[in-house]
Each structure stands twice: as structure tokens, then as C-alpha cells.
């Protein structure tokens, strides 16, 4: 069945760029009928939508974060990423990422997720 | 503060049935926009509960029902069970911000 998986550095320092990248496993990135998205969760608090992509590069991106944010889609390798530009201490998070139904341009439910990734920003 | 509003908290004795609240304004829920539902148990990962306001995803046991009307949406659970204590949220897309939205979270205890 189609997983997801996130992976990249688990520290970033304040002012720097988060990086992660999402690797699909099970299914093709490719598919007509889902964007892929990233979610957050800060420790101890709610779930926060990020951002989600198409496999052509189209994107959506939360208006709140949409100056710090980038999501890139890579069909070759079945991985899509994620930056977050300017770090500070409220982005440390655990940061999910998930297949993102939509349909009628309209983004939908998230199935599956990822396990999560704790990015922890500190000095 | 969430652009949907859930209770923070709702509990339950075992057997018993519970509701949790999502609810919404004109530009979200209201605009007709379609609610869904995810349990996340402690440590891990969200799982989807229900999509499209009412519907079950394959392997959700139908003691888990949602419903909408308004503004708002619910999500009831029937025959409490232990393995049921979680957090649950809801979302929905709002067009006035383009985007997806979720709601605060509600943690749900089993008594």
C-alpha cells in the first residue's frame, strides 16, 4: 500500500532554512487525482496545513506562511520537498507529510500520512 | 486560535456515546464545503476518520459517525472503548484563505 515517509535534518539553527523532502513509496507521485501536502504539529499543540503540490509543480501554500515556504515536487525520484526559509523557535514541529485528495479544485482529506519527523530549530 | 473551533475536551465512561463539535463560519463550513475527520493517538501519526462529512473510510469501525448542518459538524462516537482516547481533529478548506484549515483539537478521555 502506498507509504510516505519524511527525511532530513532533525536541528536547524534560528535564521537558517528547514529542509525536508518526502519520499513516496507503494504508489506514483504522478497520480491525476491527489496533491501532496506537508502538515506541522508544534509540540503539545494542533495540527497547522503548510502546503500542498501537484506533480506538475502546482501549489497551494498556507497564507501564513507563504513568504517563508517552497514545496517542490521531483517525479523521477517519487519525493517531494519542503523549505521554510527564516526559522525561528516557533517552527520547531513535527512535520507530516501525506497524500492530498482533491477534486473540482478543491483540496480535500489528507490519506495517508507519514510518520512525522521532530525538527527541532535551537542554537 | 483555529479557524475552526473544536472543544478542547470531552470525555465519556465506556459504552457510552460522545460528540465532538467542529464549528465554522460562511467561508469554510458554511460555503457548503465538505468536513473531514482525523484521530491521532498519542505518539503518533493522524489517521483518517471520516471524509466528506459522513463518509467511513474502509477499516473505520462504524461506531464512528459524522454529520454537518450549518456551519458546523460533528463527529459522534458510539460504544466508547479504552482505544478510543485520543485526539481528534477536524478540517475543512476555507475560500478565503484559499486553503485547508483545521480545527484546535479535541482530546477525548475515556472515564
Known amino acids: 500500500q502506498l507509504q510516505l515517509q519524511e527525511s532530513g535534518p532533525g536541528l536547524v539553527k534560528p535564521s537558517e532554512t528547514l529542509s525536508l523532502t518526502c519520499t513516496v513509496s507503494?504508489?506514483?507521485?504522478?497520480?491525476?487525482?491527489?496533491?501532496w501536502g506537508w502538515i506541522r504539529q508544534p509540540p503539545g499543540k494542533g495540527l497547522e496545513w503548510i502546503g500542498s503540490i501537484y506533480y506538475s509543480g502546482n501549489t497551494y501554500y498556507n497564507p501564513s506562511l507563504k513568504s517563508r515556504v517552497t514545496i517542490s515536487v521531483d517525479t523521477s525520484k517519487n519525493q517531494f520537498s519542503l523549505k521554510l526559509s527564516s526559522v525561528t523557535v516557533a517552527d520547531t514541529a513535527v512535520y507530516y507529510c501525506a497524500r492530498h485528495a482533491f477534486a473540482s479544485g478543491i483540496l480535500l482529506w489528507f490519506d495517508p500520512w507519514g510518520q512525522g519527523t521532530l525538527v527541532t530549530v535551537s542554537s | 486560535q483555529s479557524v475552526l473551533t473544536q472543544p478542547p475536551s470531552v470525555s465519556g465512561a465506556p459504552g457510552q456515546r460522545v460528540t465532538i463539535s467542529c464549528t465554522g463560519s460562511s467561508s469554510n463550513i458554511g460555503a457548503g464545503y465538505d468536513v473531514h475527520w482525523y484521530q491521532q493517538l498519542p505518539g503518533t501519526a493522524p489517521k483518517f476518520l471520516i471524509y466528506?462529512?459522513?463518509n467511513r473510510p474502509s477499516g473505520v469501525p462504524d461506531r464512528f459517525s459524522g454529520s454537518k448542518s450549518g456551519t458546523s459538524a460533528s463527529l459522534a462516537i458510539t460504544g466508547l472503548q479504552a482505544e478510543d482516547e485520543a485526539d481528534y481533529y477536524c478540517?475543512?478548506?476555507?475560500?478565503?484563505?484559499?486553503?485547508?484549515?483545521f480545527g484546535g483539537g479535541t482530546k477525548l478521555t475515556v472515564l
Open positions: 478540517q475543512s478548506y476555507d475560500s478565503s484563505l484559499s486553503g485547508v484549515v
Open positions: 507503494g504508489g506514483s507521485i504522478s497520480s491525476r487525482t491527489y496533491y
Open positions: 466528506a462529512n459522513s
